[in-house]
C-alpha cells in the first residue's frame, strides 16, 4: 500500500497559479494510476484529475480542463496538479488519491487518500 503527503497549498487572487505536490514514498507508487480530487465547503468530493501508471493517459473534469494539468515524476514518487488561471470556486480541499483497481474517475476506484491540502482563491 502506498502513503500519500500533499503539498502546495496556500492563498491565491484569481488568475493566479499554484502546483500541488503528492509525494509517495516507495517503489508501489510507478505502478498505480493516481488522481486528483477536491471538496469544497458544503460539497461533495469531487473527481479533478486523473492519470495512469505511466503518464500515458490523463483525464480532466470539465470544471478544470485547459486550466490545470496532472503530471507525475516516478523517478521522484511524486504526483502534480498545475493549476493555472485559478477561480474563486476552485477554493476547496484537494486530496490526490492511489486507485485500487482499473477505474478513476470515481471515489470508489481509489483506495487510498492523502490528508489534503488547502487551496483558497479570493476574487
Known amino acids: 500500500q502506498v502513503h500519500l503527503v500533499e503539498s502546495g497549498g496556500g492563498l491565491v487572487q484569481a488568475g493566479g497559479s499554484l502546483r500541488l505536490s503528492c509525494k509517495a514514498p516507495?517503489?508501489?507508487?510507478?505502478?498505480?494510476?493516481m488522481g486528483w480530487f477536491r471538496r469544497a465547503p458544503g460539497k461533495e468530493r469531487e473527481f479533478i484529475a486523473a492519470?495512469?501508471?505511466?503518464?500515458?493517459?490523463?483525464y480532466y473534469a470539465d470544471s478544470v480542463k485547459g486550466r490545470f494539468t496532472i503530471s507525475r515524476d516516478n523517478a521522484k514518487n511524486t504526483l502534480y496538479l498545475q493549476m493555472n488561471y485559478l477561480k474563486p470556486e476552485d477554493t476547496a480541499v484537494y486530496y490526490c488519491?492511489?486507485?485500487?483497481?482499473?477505474?478513476?474517475?470515481?471515489?470508489?476506484?481509489?483506495?487510498?487518500w492523502g490528508q489534503g491540502t488547502q487551496v483558497t482563491v479570493s476574487s
Open positions: 492519470i495512469t501508471w505511466n503518464g500515458g493517459d490523463t
Open positions: 488519491a492511489a486507485a485500487s483497481g482499473g477505474g478513476w474517475r470515481t471515489r470508489n476506484d481509489y483506495g487510498t
Open positions: 516507495g517503489r508501489a507508487f510507478t505502478t498505480y494510476t
